[in-house]
T-cell receptor, first 115, second 114 residues
Framework: EAQVTQNPRYLITVTGKKLTVTCSQN?????MSWYRQDPGLGLRQIYY???????DKGDVPEGYKVSRKEKRNFPLILESPSPNQTSLYFCASSLSSQRYNYGYTFGSGTRLTVV | KNQVEQSPQSLIILEGKNCTLQCNYTVSPFSNLRWYKQDTGRGPVSLTI?????NTKSNGRYTATLDADTKQSSLHITASQLSDSASYICVVMEGNQAGTALIFGKGTTLSVSS
């Protein structure tokens, strides 16, 4: 089944403890992206990757890191999480961001709570 | 500034009734407009994608319309079901051959009651 898999689904952590949220897709998509969703704000892009070893900042990159060492994986790293990073996170992928009508497939989400 | 505005913010309807959700956008250059359905705590799922030349696109009981001149779109849901209870997000793709980006609306929360 074609899908984007995120892990974990739920995570509670303490301030300052490094964590990684994994994202993997099995569709050979070039483009991958991370979003956070907060009440009343909609989805906001954190980082994106056009292809392997190519990453760039989105609208809200502060406090986050990403890497794209292989095509299928795009982990989101929080080096020192803070309570304002408590949010619902989504990973998404698309065949290419260069073509207009390709669909985006979203993962099921990771609900992160930082205390 | 590129923006996507949706209305109403929330809506409650009885099962079996129809409803229409609105989306206004100021995005340039415009590439396409998408409607997504998001169940609580789950990832968005695509319903329709329309380019500027498409006026209407249907997906089962969901029908999206697009007026590129007035920069407005609507999503009409026919004969609503309890499973239609979700957030509906209007997303406009900004871009051209150099690259694209998605501009998200804040969504309309639909509750269908029996």
């Amino acid at each position: 089944e074609a899908q984007v898999t995120q892990n974990p689904r739920y995570l509670i952590t303490v301030t300052g403890k490094k964590l990684t949220v994994t994202c993997s897709q099995n569709m050979n998509h070039e483009y991958m992206s991370w979003y956070r969703q907060d009440p009343g704000l909609g989805l906001r892009q954190i980082y994106y990757s056009m292809n392997v070893e190519v990453t760039d900042k989105g609208d809200v990159p502060e406090g986050y890191k990403v890497s794209r060492k292989e095509k299928r994986n795009f982990p989101l790293i929080l080096e020192s999480p803070s309570p304002n990073q408590t949010s619902l996170y989504f990973c998404a992928s698309s065949l290419s961001s260069q073509r207009y009508n390709y669909g985006y497939t979203f993962g099921s989400g990771t609900r992160l709570t930082v205390v | 500034k590129n923006q996507v505005e949706q209305s109403p913010q929330s809506l409650i309807i009885l099962e079996g009734k129809n409803c229409t959700l609105q989306c206004n956008y100021t995005v340039s250059p415009f590439s396409n407009l998408r409607w997504y359905k998001q169940d609580t705590g789950r990832g968005p799922v695509s319903l329709t994608i329309m380019t500027f030349s498409e006026n209407t696109k249907s997906n089962g009981r969901y029908t999206a319309t697009l007026d590129a001149d007035t920069k407005q779109s609507s999503l009409h849901i026919t004969a609503s079901q309890l499973s239609d209870s979700a957030s509906y997000i209007c997303v406009v793709m900004e871009g051209n051959q150099a690259g694209t980006a998605l501009i998200f609306g804040k969504g309309t929360t639909l509750s269908v009651s029996s």
